[in-house]
C-alpha cells in the first residue's frame, strides 16, 4: 500500500469517499486472486491430462474442485485484502499527498 499512498491521497483530495477506496482494494484483490485461480485451474488441468497420457494414471477433475477452487481464491482476496483496504480507507488526504 505503501507505494500508492499518493495515489490514495490524490483520489481522496477529488472527493473519493473512504468507502470508494475501500471498495477499489477489495476489488483489486479479489481480481488477483480469481485470475491466480484460474491459472492454476489450467494448469491442474493442464497437468492432470499429461499425467493421464504420460503415465496412463486416470485422473479426473471435478466441477465441485474448480467451484471449490473459486470459492477459495475469492475468500482468500477478501481476507488478505481487507486489512489493507480498510487502512487506506482512513488516510488523510492531505498526509497522504506529502508521502514520498
Known sequence: MHERTREIGLRMAIGARGKDIMLQFLMEAILISI???IIGVILGI????????TLSWPTIVSESSVVL?????????IFFGYYPA????????IEALRYE
Open 69 to 77: 477452487s473459486f470459492i477459495v481464491c475469492a475468500v482468500t482476496g
Open 35 to 37: 485470475t491466480g485461480g
Open 46 to 53: 493442464v497437468s492432470s491430462n499429461v499425467v493421464t497420457l
Open 86 to 93: 480498510q487502512k487506506a480507507s482512513r488516510l488523510d488526504p
